[in-house]
């Protein structure tokens, strides 16, 4: 999928990494090639698949395609982010998808307008299987809050220049390696900003559901890189108390949070 047009700038490269992803993979190819931004490319790296991926895959033309063994899914991104040739990547796990067909354009024209840009978040929206989707918005997320929320790196757009300045994903957190690397673009001072667009879709229940205590602990151990406990257990309860203030004042969603309707 290398849709490029000389007269859009920034290249934009959108990266998946899979295993196994043949039933889940075609609506995130879909949502990709309705996009209208045509500086784009396509990256994908393939954990050797066996169900059919790599013929699904290669039958959408992504500009670069690698299908090998890997240490998980932050050793695959890593891989992609040496393949990839945008200036701008944007990470789009299999069976995740862009929200509308103008994602791409409107973020890429915020680069487009501010070369000094590092970094730009929106929201998502995450698909549940029982209960309405629950639309996540991260415009509370800034310097100060990120050593304490969380923020998904399906709302993040980043400079590629980022990736050389702080470093590529730290396999030594195999739950946490986005988190741990958005804290430290954050630490440095890298020029970032919120906007209030909806950028994608993501199912729940992904990697970091699935072992809630080791998620928790290795958050911890993230977080204790840039304070003492203490600074993070008054941090974390602040944050808590927020939470459920903000609960309370929306009818048991947080601020920034509400359901909305099926896709």
Not at 68 to 94: C, H, Q, S, T, W
Not at 150 to 158: D, I, K, M, S
Request: charged share 20%; hydrophobic share 50%.
């Amino acid at each position: 999928m290398a849709v490029t047009a000389i007269s859009q700038t920034p290249l934009v490269s959108v990266i998946t990494v899979c295993f196994n992803a043949a039933k889940v993979l075609p609506r995130t190819i879909a949502s990709l090639q309705a996009q209208h931004w045509q500086a784009r490319e396509w990256v994908v790296v393939d954990g050797a698949s066996s169900d059919g991926t790599q013929t699904l895959v290669q039958s959408a033309w992504p500009a670069a395609y690698l299908s090998e063994p890997d240490r998980g899914i932050y050793d695959a991104m890593n891989k992609a982010i040496a393949l990839a040739r945008g200036d701008v990547l944007f990470f789009l796990n299999a069976d995740d998808r862009l929200h509308s067909a103008d994602v791409l354009g409107r973020v890429a024209a915020l680069f487009a307008a501010d070369p000094a840009l590092d970094l730009v978040y929106g929201n998502v929206i995450v698909e549940r299987a029982t209960v309405p989707t629950v639309h996540k918005s991260f415009r509370r997320i800034n310097r100060h809050t990120l050593p304490f929320e969380a923020l998904c790196h399906q709302a993040v757009f980043a400079r590629r220049r980022l990736f050389d300045e702080v470093g590529v994903f730290n396999l030594r957190w195999p739950t946490s390696a986005d988190y741990d690397w958005l804290l430290r673009v954050f630490a440095m001072g890298s020029k970032v900003q919120y906007v209030d667009i909806d950028i994608a879709y993501f199912p729940a229940g992904g990697a970091h559901a699935h072992d809630p205590a080791a998620l928790a602990t290795e958050r911890r151990a993230i977080r204790l890189q840039y304070m003492t406990p203490v600074a993070l257990a008054c941090g974390r309860f602040i944050s808590r108390v927020a939470h459920r203030l903000s609960r309370s004042l929306r009818g048991g969603l947080w601020i920034g949070e509400s359901e909305v309707g099926r896709a």
